[in-house]
């Protein structure tokens, strides 16, 4: 274990194997379709990479990268496009993948975003959710895990741009967060 982390709240197995359900899920629920995913950077990269080798439909990706304004553990509400996606998603069935769905703020503005695209169809693919956490509805379709409100790293996930690489959803020790 990472000398920086307090506890795993996810381990490999845990995230691996639900991982693949969602795969399976998504694929039975596009049977004759294809899919275009857009991953949410930096923090759904490695979800994305593992979870489309659980999809057996035609699956394209796109990526979009998003901040919203302010360093540390909060999120505000306004989001600012940092690199918009390559391609018109007019017609295409849409999933967007995120790592985190927290207050919900970044997604109700990408769901905006991309609805006034014309998609065929738009869902929500989240790794992780902090339902405790939530000022604005936003329709989660696919969810890997409820979890309670703690600032996670690991899996893609950062604090100051670190621990993406864990390989499991950790909690820091608390005397890390004060850097
Ligand atoms: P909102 O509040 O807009 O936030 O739903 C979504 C974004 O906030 C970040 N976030 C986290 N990042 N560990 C992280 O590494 C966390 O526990 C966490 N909570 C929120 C994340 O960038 C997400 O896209
Ligand atoms: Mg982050």
């Known amino acids: 274990m990472h000398p920086d982390v307090e506890k795993i709240l996810l381990n490999e197995e845990q995230i691996k194997e639900r991982v693949a359900q969602l795969g ?34 035609p699956t394209f990706f796109d990526f979009m990268a998003v901040s919203s304004y302010g360093a540390g553990t909060v999120s505000s509400g306004a989001v600012r496009i940092l690199k918009d996606l390559e391609k018109s ?17 970044t997604l109700q503005y990408l769901v905006e975003n991309m609805k006034a695209r014309g998609p065929a ?28 409100d703690e600032f996670v790293v690991g899996y893609g996930l950062d604090y100051n741009e670190r621990y993406r ?14 850097i």
Do not use: W
Request: with cysteine; glycine share 6%; proline share 5%.
């Open 24 to 57: 399976r899920q998504i694929s039975q629920d596009y049977q004759g379709e294809s899919i275009l995913m857009v991953g949410i950077l930096k923090g759904a990269m490695i979800f994305l990479a593992d979870l489309v080798r659980h999809i057996n439909v």
């Open 165 to 178: 690489n864990l390989p499991y959803i950790a909690v820091l020790k608390p005397e890390i967060y004060q």
């Open 89 to 105: 998603i007019h017609g295409r069935h849409v999933i967007i993948v995120e790592d985190i769905v927290d207050t919900g703020l």
């Open 121 to 148: 169809s738009l869902k929500i693919c989240t790794l992780l959710d902090k339902p405790s956490r939530r000022k604005v509805a936003v329709p989660v379709d696919y969810n890997g895990f409820s979890i309670p």
